[in-house]
C-alpha cells in the first residue's frame, strides 16, 4: 500500500515505537522494534531526533484507530515516516485510506517491507526471540499464542488477529530463559486467549507453566488474564505448586448480569463465575482477583447494571477495568436493538469506577502491618522506589534502591492506588 518515492531514500535511520492497547500489542511492538534494529534501524527516545515514527496499533474500539492515526498525524507533520502494525493495519482498505499518506502498513505473517530491509533482516514472520525484549525493564511479556475463537458478540479481535494458535512450548522456553539472562526477573505470559494452550494436541497451559516455573533464575511468573472456564483443576494445582506463580488471577466478568452476558455470548453466567472464583480462593493462598467490565451493554437495563455494580463488592476485586461499551463495526452486538445513550454509557462507568475505587482501597487495606516482597522497578525519587507485590499490587518503598531489587518490608499505609512500605533492614 501507498508508500512509494518517499520511502526510496533513508536518512538516520532512528525510530521512535509508539504503542496502543493490550499486553500481546505491547510484545507485537517489540518485536517490531527488534525486526527494525536487526535492520539496521536505531530506536530512540521521545525527544531524540528520528526519521520513523512506528505505530504499533489497537482496533479493540471505535476509539482506539482513531487515536492511532492521531499519533500518526502529527508524526507526518513533524516530517516524520510512518510504519503502522497492528490490529488498525488489518483493518479494511476503506479505513486505512484514512491514515497520512505514503503511511506505510506491515501486517503479520506478510513480508517485511522492502522499504525496511538490509540483507540480513529477516523477511517473514519471524524473529529473534531475545530480541523481543523491552529494554532496561524488571518485567517482561512473554507472548505463547495469538488469535481467538471465542467470538465474543462485541469483540472485533478475532476477525483482525485469526483462529487461536499456539507457539511451541521448546519456542516459549527459550526466550523465557533468555529473558532471565538478560536480568528480567518476572514474566507475564501473555495470548489473546491462553486459556486453551494446546487444545489442538501436544503440552497444555499448566505444562507450559510446569516448565517456565522451572527456570533457573526466575523469580516471579504471572498471567495475563484467563477465561473464567479455563481456570481448571489441573491448572489450579499448578498454580498452587510452584512458589514461582504469583498469586493473582485476572478473571474479565464484562457483566454482573446474565441476561447481559448472554447477549454478549460469554459462554458462562454468573454462578459459574462464582464457582470459579470459589475454586481460586480455595487452592491459593489469598489470591488477587482482577477483572474487566464492560458498561452500557445494548439492552442493559438499570436492573443489569446494578447487579454489574453489587459484582464489585461481592466478589472483592481487588482492580477493575472499567470499559464504557464501544460499538464495532463487523460485530453482531453493533447491529443489536436498544443501544445505550453515550452519556447513560459515561456516568454508570463513572459509578462503576467509585465502586471499583472503594474495592481497590478495602484489599489494599487487608495488607496494613503485614510484610511484603517487592521488585523494584524504574522511577520513582530519591526516597521512594516503585515497584509490584506478589499479589500486583502497586507499591512505594522507602528508603529507595536500585531497579531489579527483591525487597520484603513493612506497610505502614495503604491508599486505593498503592501500598507504603518500610523496606526492612538488609
Given at each position: 500500500?501507498?508508500?512509494?518515492?518517499?520511502?526510496?531514500?533513508?536518512?538516520?535511520?532512528?525510530?521512535?515505537?509508539?504503542?496502543?492497547?493490550?499486553?500481546?500489542?505491547?510484545?507485537?511492538?517489540?518485536?517490531?522494534?527488534?525486526?527494525?534494529?536487526?535492520?539496521?534501524?536505531?530506536?530512540?527516545?521521545?525527544?531524540?531526533?528520528?526519521?520513523?515514527?512506528?505505530?504499533?496499533?489497537?482496533?479493540?474500539?471505535?476509539?482506539?484507530?482513531?487515536?492511532?492515526?492521531?499519533?500518526?498525524?502529527?508524526?507526518?507533520?513533524?516530517?516524520?515516516?510512518?510504519?503502522?502494525?497492528?490490529?488498525?493495519?488489518?483493518?479494511?482498505?476503506?479505513?486505512?485510506?484514512?491514515?497520512?499518506?505514503?503511511?506505510?502498513?506491515?501486517?503479520?505473517?506478510?513480508?517485511?517491507?522492502?522499504?525496511?530491509?538490509?540483507?540480513?533482516?529477516?523477511?517473514?514472520?519471524?524473529?529473534?526471540?531475545?530480541?523481543?525484549?523491552?529494554?532496561?525493564?524488571?518485567?517482561?511479556?512473554?507472548?505463547?499464542?495469538?488469535?481467538?475463537?471465542?467470538?465474543?458478540?462485541?469483540?472485533?479481535?478475532?476477525?483482525?488477529?485469526?483462529?487461536?494458535?499456539?507457539?511451541?512450548?521448546?519456542?516459549?522456553?527459550?526466550?523465557?530463559?533468555?529473558?532471565?539472562?538478560?536480568?528480567?526477573?518476572?514474566?507475564?505470559?501473555?495470548?489473546?486467549?491462553?486459556?486453551?494452550?494446546?487444545?489442538?494436541?501436544?503440552?497444555?497451559?499448566?505444562?507450559?507453566?510446569?516448565?517456565?516455573?522451572?527456570?533457573?533464575?526466575?523469580?516471579?511468573?504471572?498471567?495475563?488474564?484467563?477465561?473464567?472456564?479455563?481456570?481448571?483443576?489441573?491448572?489450579?494445582?499448578?498454580?498452587?505448586?510452584?512458589?514461582?506463580?504469583?498469586?493473582?488471577?485476572?478473571?474479565?466478568?464484562?457483566?454482573?448480569?446474565?441476561?447481559?452476558?448472554?447477549?454478549?455470548?460469554?459462554?458462562?453466567?454468573?454462578?459459574?463465575f462464582d464457582r470459579a472464583v470459589a475454586a481460586a480462593r480455595a487452592a491459593l493462598p489469598q489470591p488477587a482477583l482482577s477483572t474487566d467490565l464492560i458498561v452500557g451493554f445494548p439492552?442493559?437495563?438499570?436492573?443489569?447494571?446494578?447487579?454489574?455494580?453489587?459484582?464489585i463488592p461481592r466478589f472483592r476485586f481487588s482492580r477493575c477495568h472499567v470499559f464504557p461499551y464501544s460499538p464495532r463495526q463487523g460485530t453482531p452486538a453493533a447491529h443489536l436493538p436498544?443501544?445505550?445513550?453515550?452519556?447513560?454509557?459515561?456516568?454508570?462507568?463513572?459509578?462503576?469506577?467509585?465502586?471499583?475505587?472503594?474495592?481497590?482501597?478495602?484489599?489494599?487495606?487487608?495488607?496494613?502491618?503485614?510484610?511484603?516482597?517487592?521488585?523494584?522497578?524504574?522511577?520513582?525519587?530519591?526516597?521512594?522506589?516503585?515497584?509490584?507485590?506478589?499479589?500486583?499490587?502497586?507499591?512505594?518503598?522507602?528508603?529507595?534502591?536500585?531497579?531489579?531489587?527483591?525487597?520484603?518490608?513493612?506497610?505502614?499505609?495503604?491508599?486505593?492506588?498503592?501500598?507504603?512500605?518500610?523496606?526492612?533492614?538488609?
Amino acid at each position: 500500500m501507498g508508500a512509494a518515492a518517499k520511502w526510496t531514500s533513508l536518512g538516520d535511520r532512528c525510530f521512535r515505537l509508539f504503542c496502543f492497547g493490550c499486553k500481546v500489542s505491547q510484545y507485537d511492538g517489540r518485536a517490531v522494534a527488534a525486526r527494525l534494529q536487526s535492520a539496521g534501524w536505531r530506536e530512540v527516545g521521545a525527544r531524540a531526533p528520528h526519521e520513523l515514527a512506528v505505530i504499533q496499533s489497537c482496533a479493540v474500539t471505535t476509539e482506539a484507530p482513531t487515536k492511532c492515526r492521531q499519533a500518526a498525524r502529527r508524526a507526518a507533520r513533524a516530517g516524520r515516516r510512518i510504519l503502522v502494525a497492528g490490529c488498525a493495519a488489518s483493518l479494511a482498505d476503506s479505513v486505512v485510506a484514512d491514515w497520512p499518506a505514503d503511511t506505510l502498513f506491515w501486517r503479520a505473517n506478510t513480508p517485511w517491507p522492502a522499504a525496511l530491509r538490509r540483507s540480513s533482516a529477516p523477511t517473514d514472520g519471524s524473529n529473534p526471540a531475545a530480541a523481543r525484549r523491552a529494554p532496561a525493564r524488571t518485567r517482561a511479556l512473554l507472548k505463547v499464542q495469538d488469535g481467538c475463537d471465542l467470538r465474543c458478540s462485541y469483540c472485533i479481535v478475532p476477525h483482525l488477529r485469526g483462529p487461536a494458535r499456539d507457539r511451541p512450548l521448546a519456542e516459549c522456553l527459550a526466550e523465557a530463559r533468555a529473558c532471565v539472562a538478560a536480568g528480567q526477573r518476572e514474566l507475564v505470559v501473555s495470548g489473546i486467549w491462553v486459556g486453551p494452550y494446546g487444545h489442538r494436541g501436544g503440552p497444555r497451559l499448566a505444562d507450559l507453566l510446569t516448565a517456565l516455573a522451572t527456570v533457573p533464575g526466575l523469580l516471579r511468573l504471572r498471567l495475563s488474564s484467563l477465561h473464567p472456564r479455563d481456570l481448571t483443576a489441573e491448572l489450579l494445582a499448578v498454580w498452587g505448586a510452584h512458589p514461582v506463580l504469583m498469586p493473582h488471577l485476572h478473571l474479565p466478568l464484562q457483566s454482573g448480569s446474565d441476561r447481559i452476558l448472554a447477549a454478549m455470548r460469554r459462554g458462562y453466567d454468573l454462578a459459574a463465575f462464582d464457582r470459579a472464583v470459589a475454586a481460586a480462593r480455595a487452592a491459593l493462598p489469598q489470591p488477587a482477583l482482577s477483572t474487566d467490565l464492560i458498561v452500557g451493554f445494548p439492552g442493559e437495563t438499570e436492573t443489569d447494571f446494578e447487579q454489574t455494580l453489587a459484582a464489585i463488592p461481592r466478589f472483592r476485586f481487588s482492580r477493575c477495568h472499567v470499559f464504557p461499551y464501544s460499538p464495532r463495526q463487523g460485530t453482531p452486538a453493533a447491529h443489536l436493538p436498544n443501544q445505550i445513550p453515550p452519556a447513560v454509557r459515561r456516568a454508570r462507568a463513572q459509578r462503576l469506577r467509585a465502586a471499583a475505587v472503594a474495592a481497590a482501597a478495602a484489599y489494599h487495606q487487608r495488607f496494613l502491618g503485614q510484610h511484603v516482597e517487592i521488585i523494584v522497578e524504574r522511577g520513582g525519587t530519591a526516597q521512594w522506589s516503585p515497584g509490584y507485590t506478589r499479589h500486583y499490587v502497586p507499591a512505594w518503598l522507602s528508603p529507595a534502591v536500585p531497579a531489579g531489587a527483591l525487597m520484603t518490608g513493612q506497610v505502614t499505609a495503604a491508599t486505593a492506588e498503592r501500598l507504603i512500605v518500610r523496606a526492612d533492614p538488609r
